[in-house]
């Protein structure tokens, strides 16, 4: 598009291949989505030359995140090894994937099979082969990453999707990078990974995502909206619909993932990677609407004391505020969030659910015990 | 690199095409309006910095701190309203001025031996004039006489909420040669959204008095500024704010709170909004044109602002939902806070003038309640009828 030449400023043009790369992914609906916010590059950060191929390992790449991440990388020239259990294929040619760049792809990824659980196996391996820097997208556990950086002892990064649910939960929002975290939150294992990269001294950088979404998400996000609005049910939403979350796309993630590789500036740096607003969840329902073509949908508010679903999840979101400022990655990277919510559910859409494609199947059985019980109130 | 202090150097701050006064303050949606910024950017000349975002697109190189007029001291006319939660702002921000060795005048609305200026912050004025600023009282629509002819490098109203209110105002200070002008406008304009916060940029609601102000500034002013304030905490304010969690707390009276409590508001440290009042005018080719979220860097729940209000006090607090409808009460009389979410972010601020926000409610609540236990309002004797028609369709007894 001409006003992507246009805006190529005289600062690394590897990184504004970025867009055209990710558009790639964009099926013919999406000619509304303009690329329009180009990539600020603070003065003085370090960018990814094409010149500075790097051998680098991606610890997971074959579900969500590390699909887009690995294509980005291997676009701009790197060596890029997979280590995976082989669960999944290393490579698979995704909805609006040219087959010339899907072959490409296909061609250069490596895949390094092995469960990472095996310490022993992980040292060795990796320390035969050697990496300059380590993508760890899957990590859960603080000793995970030990035999990792024993492997590599010279390491020039290690870069970490950590989780914006290690913050404590707060009157004061939005949760910044610098605001208390919650070591007894769920996410405890992400927060001793971080507490564990920066006690041994090794270059890392950890980004720090709210709920991702976009094609491909294995987590039930938009796709739990887009069941509902498919079979024309109502959208049963907890409480008062008024709490406010966050969706980061994640090709904007990817994004902010390469754009940290090699950066001084995200050195032993912690990063909220989200999108620009938050969105209430009434609002997350009409959003979902909106983007995949479908009317208004009802909305049902219920108080979930009144029920006892037992082990299934009423709604896929927790039931608080929880989002989080982007501003430091803004300001410190130049990174911004290219999806608004609506263009960015519209590309899940068209890419993944849109096409008859979906993770889980429906399961309406939590609708309807809170349908059921409001029509009888209602009688 | 950043550092512009001569003449010839405003060539490179003045607005590029995309900074017409109807683009920036009033963009059309998303898309179109990022299309034509991007396009105007590509035509400006380089250096690459000269494409400065423009007030819908806040990123700025870290390093970049324009302080073009840094060191210049400036005349200063505030012209301030009489009363309501702003007052406080123009007592403020002149004693910052004063205080950065500015010169001011404060022109309060109204008569200077009005009851109005019996309370806070008129009855402080004292401490303005002590300071070196000049304090005088009259109509906004008289502002040249009530001056006495005294010219201003900049104006900032901080008091007119319409165009027939603050016009006399924006003519004079065209006509008496005034650089820049400031105005106090509302994040109330802002169109009620799904997708919070409300930045700068966003669609706001036209047929609000403000809008109209804002307009015809941007049109008469090429220096211009424009801060939407929310809610504020600071000593002298003319409007209750923690006041009334404390009211009920102190008197171990349950806080009735509607809706939620879950809708988010920002409640700032006055002191904040005054530090990017100054910011814009030491730095007026970077606020230029510009319109500022004035509010705190972080958003509190009502639920939240009660708990905050109660550990300031060292008390314990019992919140009590209520829907006014079923009621049959008028939130706004009974609540001095919108039953909705109200929440803004002070991105441009941030990106544009380097500002950094310091309200900590927790710490500042601490002080509020010292100074409302210190003029014995903690011992006032008071009427909660609202309150307790509220309670009572809850069914709620309150020990008397």
Same mark, same amino acid.
């Given at each position: 598009?001409?006003?992507?030449?246009?805006?190529?400023?005289?600062?690394?043009?590897?990184?504004?291949?970025?867009?055209?790369?990710?558009?790639?992914?964009?099926?013919?609906?999406?000619?509304?989505?303009?690329?329009?916010?180009?990539?600020?590059?603070?003065?003085?950060?370090?960018?990814?030359?094409?010149?500075?191929?790097?051998?680098?390992?991606?610890?997971?790449?074959?579900?969500?995140?590390?699909?887009?991440?690995?294509?980005?990388?291997?676009?701009?020239?790197?060596?890029?090894?997979?280590?995976?259990?082989?669960?999944?294929?290393?490579?698979?040619?995704?909805?609006?994937?040219?087959?010339?760049?899907?072959?490409?792809?296909?061609?250069?990824?490596?895949?390094?099979?092995?469960?990472?659980?095996?310490?022993?196996?992980?040292?060795?391996?990796?320390?035969?082969?050697?990496?300059?820097?380590?993508?760890?997208?899957?990590?859960?556990?603080?000793?995970?990453?030990?035999?990792?950086?024993?492997?590599?002892?010279?390491?020039?990064?290690?870069?970490?999707?950590?989780?914006?649910?290690?913050?404590?939960?707060?009157?004061?929002?939005?949760?910044?990078?610098?605001?208390?975290?919650?070591?007894?939150?769920?996410?405890?294992?992400?927060?001793?990974?971080?507490?564990?990269?920066?006690?041994?001294?090794?270059?890392?950088?950890?980004?720090?995502?709210?709920?991702?979404?976009?094609?491909?998400?294995?987590?039930?996000?938009?796709?739990?909206?887009?069941?509902?609005?498919?079979?024309?049910?109502?959208?049963?939403?907890?409480?008062?619909?008024?709490?406010?979350?966050?969706?980061?796309?994640?090709?904007?993630?990817?994004?902010?993932?390469?754009?940290?590789?090699?950066?001084?500036?995200?050195?032993?740096?912690?990063?909220?990677?989200?999108?620009?607003?938050?969105?209430?969840?009434?609002?997350?329902?009409?959003?979902?609407?909106?983007?995949?073509?479908?009317?208004?949908?009802?909305?049902?508010?219920?108080?979930?004391?009144?029920?006892? %679903?037992?082990?299934?999840?009423?709604?896929?979101?927790?039931?608080?505020? %929880?989002?989080?400022?982007?501003?430091?990655?803004?300001?410190?990277?130049?990174?911004?969030?290219? %999806? =608004?919510?609506?263009?960015?559910?519209?590309?899940?859409?068209?890419?993944?659910?849109?096409?008859?494609?979906?993770?889980?199947?429906?399961?309406?059985?939590?609708?309807?015990?809170?349908?059921?019980?409001?029509?009888?109130?209602?009688? | 690199?950043?550092?512009?202090?001569?003449?010839?150097?405003?060539?490179?701050?003045?607005?590029?095409?995309?900074?017409?006064?109807?683009?920036?303050?009033?963009?059309?949606?998303?898309?179109?309006?990022?299309?034509?910024?991007?396009?105007?950017?590509?035509?400006?000349?380089?250096?690459?910095?000269?494409?400065?975002?423009?007030?819908?697109?806040?990123?700025?190189?870290?390093?970049?701190?324009?302080?073009?007029?840094?060191?210049?001291?400036?005349?200063?006319?505030?012209?301030?309203?009489?009363?309501?939660?702003?007052?406080?702002?123009?007592?403020?921000?002149?004693?910052?001025?004063?205080?950065?060795?500015?010169?001011?005048?404060?022109?309060?609305?109204?008569?200077?031996?009005?009851?109005?200026?019996?309370?806070?912050?008129?009855?402080?004025?004292?401490?303005?004039?002590?300071?070196?600023?000049?304090?005088?009282?009259?109509?906004?629509?008289?502002?040249?006489?009530?001056?006495?002819?005294?010219?201003?490098?900049?104006?900032?109203?901080?008091?007119?909420?319409?165009? =027939?209110?603050?016009?006399?105002?924006?003519?004079?200070?065209?006509?008496?040669?005034?650089?820049? %002008?400031?105005?106090?406008?509302?994040?109330?304009?802002?169109?009620?959204?799904?997708?919070?916060?409300?930045?700068?940029? =966003?669609?706001?609601?036209?047929?609000?008095?403000?809008?109209?102000?804002?307009?015809?500034?941007?049109?008469?002013?090429?220096?211009?500024?424009?801060?939407?304030?929310?809610?504020?905490?600071?000593?002298?304010?003319?409007?209750?704010?923690?006041?009334?969690?404390?009211?009920?707390?102190?008197?171990?009276?349950?806080?009735?709170?509607?809706?939620?409590?879950?809708?988010?508001?920002?409640?700032?440290?006055?002191?904040?909004?005054?530090?990017?009042?100054?910011?814009?005018?030491?730095?007026?080719?970077?606020?230029?044109?510009?319109?500022?979220?004035?509010?705190?860097?972080?958003?509190?729940?009502?639920?939240?602002?009660?708990?905050?209000?109660?550990?300031?006090?060292?008390?314990?607090?019992?919140?009590?939902?209520?829907?006014?409808?079923?009621?049959?009460?008028?939130?706004?009389?009974?609540?001095?806070?919108?039953?909705?979410?109200?929440?803004?972010?002070?991105?441009?601020?941030?990106?544009?003038?380097?500002?950094?926000?310091?309200?900590?409610?927790?710490?500042?609540?601490?002080?509020?309640?010292?100074?409302?236990?210190?003029?014995?309002?903690?011992?006032?004797?008071?009427?909660?009828?609202?309150?307790?028609?509220?309670?009572?369709?809850?069914?709620?007894?309150?020990?008397?």
């Amino acid at each position: 598009m001409s006003k992507l030449v246009v805006l190529q400023p005289t600062k690394q043009p590897s990184i504004s291949l970025l867009p055209s790369a990710l558009s790639d992914f964009n099926g013919t609906k999406l000619c509304q989505i303009q690329y329009k916010r180009k990539v600020w590059q603070p003065k003085g950060a370090l960018q990814v030359a094409a010149s500075s191929t790097k051998k680098i390992l991606v610890m997971g790449g074959t579900r969500f995140i590390g699909i887009f991440l690995s294509r980005l990388l291997v676009k701009e020239g790197h060596q890029v090894t997979l280590f995976t259990r082989g669960k999944a294929p290393i490579a698979q040619q995704l909805p609006g994937e040219p087959d010339s760049e899907y072959s490409d792809f296909k061609s250069k990824i490596l895949h390094l099979k092995g469960d990472r659980k095996d310490f022993e196996f992980v040292k060795s391996s990796l320390s035969a082969e050697g990496f300059d820097v380590v993508y760890d997208i899957n990590g859960r556990e603080a000793d995970e990453v030990e035999p990792i950086l024993d492997a590599l002892p010279n390491l020039e990064q290690y870069i970490y999707c950590s989780s914006a649910g290690v913050y404590l939960k707060s009157d004061l929002l939005p949760h910044c990078e610098i605001d208390a975290v919650d070591p007894k939150s769920r996410h405890k294992g992400k927060l001793n990974t971080e507490n564990l990269l920066a006690s041994r001294g090794v270059n890392w950088t950890s980004l720090r995502p709210v709920y991702i979404y976009g094609p491909l998400n294995y987590n039930p996000v938009e796709e739990w909206f887009f069941h509902r609005l498919k079979a024309g049910r109502p959208i049963p939403i907890p409480n008062s619909g008024v709490q406010i979350t966050q969706l980061g796309h994640v090709k904007d993630l990817a994004k902010a993932f390469i754009q940290v590789l090699g950066n001084e500036k995200a050195s032993k740096q912690v990063f909220n990677i989200s999108g620009e607003k938050y969105v209430t969840f009434d609002g997350l329902a009409k959003a979902c609407a909106k983007a995949a073509g479908f009317p208004e949908p009802e909305i049902v508010h219920y108080n979930p004391k009144e029920f006892d %679903f037992g082990k299934k999840k009423a709604f896929p979101f927790r039931d608080q505020h %929880f989002f989080a400022s982007i501003e430091k990655a803004k300001h410190v990277l130049g990174w911004e969030p290219e %999806f =608004d919510l609506v263009e960015g559910l519209a590309d899940s859409y068209n890419l993944d659910f849109g096409r008859g494609t979906y993770r889980k199947e429906a399961d309406f059985s939590t609708d309807d015990m809170i349908l059921g019980k409001s029509l009888v109130l209602q009688s | 690199m950043a550092a512009l202090a001569s003449s010839s150097s405003s060539l490179l701050f003045s607005s590029p095409p995309s900074k017409l006064p109807s683009p920036s303050l009033y963009p059309l949606p998303r898309l179109s309006l990022s299309t034509s910024s991007f396009l105007s950017s590509s035509l400006s000349i380089s250096p690459s910095f000269f494409a400065y975002p423009t007030s819908s697109r806040r990123y700025s190189a870290p390093s970049f701190t324009v302080k073009a007029s840094a060191g210049e001291k400036k005349k200063v006319l505030i012209v301030n309203t009489n009363s309501g939660g702003h007052a406080v702002i123009g007592f403020y921000f002149a004693k910052e001025l004063l205080g950065s060795g500015h010169e001011v005048t404060i022109l309060t609305v109204g008569d200077e031996g009005s009851d109005k200026m019996k309370k806070p912050p008129f009855n402080r004025f004292s401490e303005i004039v002590s300071a070196g600023g000049k304090t005088v009282w009259g109509d906004p629509a008289d502002v040249g006489k009530v001056v006495a002819g005294a010219t201003f490098d900049v104006v900032l109203d901080n008091n007119g909420k319409d165009l =027939d209110t603050v016009r006399p105002v924006v003519d004079w200070a065209r006509s008496s040669g005034v650089n820049q %002008f400031l105005y106090i406008s509302s994040a109330g304009i802002y169109k009620p959204t799904d997708e919070p916060p409300h930045v700068e940029g =966003d669609v706001v609601k036209a047929d609000a008095g403000h809008v109209g102000v804002e307009k015809y500034i941007a049109e008469i002013f090429s220096s211009w500024a424009i801060f939407r304030p929310q809610y504020m905490i600071g000593s002298g304010n003319n409007k209750d704010c923690e006041e009334w969690f404390f009211d009920r707390i102190v008197r171990k009276r349950p806080v009735p709170i509607p809706g939620s409590g879950m809708q988010l508001t920002n409640i700032a440290h006055v002191r904040d909004l005054s530090s990017m009042l100054t910011l814009a005018v030491e730095n007026p080719e970077a606020a230029s044109s510009n319109i500022f979220n004035c509010v705190s860097d972080r958003a509190v729940t009502l639920d939240g602002m009660a708990r905050l209000c109660a550990e300031a006090a060292g008390l314990p607090v019992e919140i009590v939902h209520y829907d006014p409808k079923a009621v049959g009460i008028d939130a706004k009389k009974a609540f001095p806070f919108r039953n909705m979410h109200f929440y803004s972010e002070p991105r441009a601020a941030k990106d544009i003038l380097g500002w950094n926000g310091t309200t900590n409610l927790p710490e500042d609540l601490k002080e509020r309640f010292e100074e409302y236990v210190k003029i014995g309002r903690d011992k006032k004797p008071m009427q909660f009828e609202l309150d307790d028609k509220i309670l009572e369709s809850l069914k709620f007894a309150v020990a008397v």
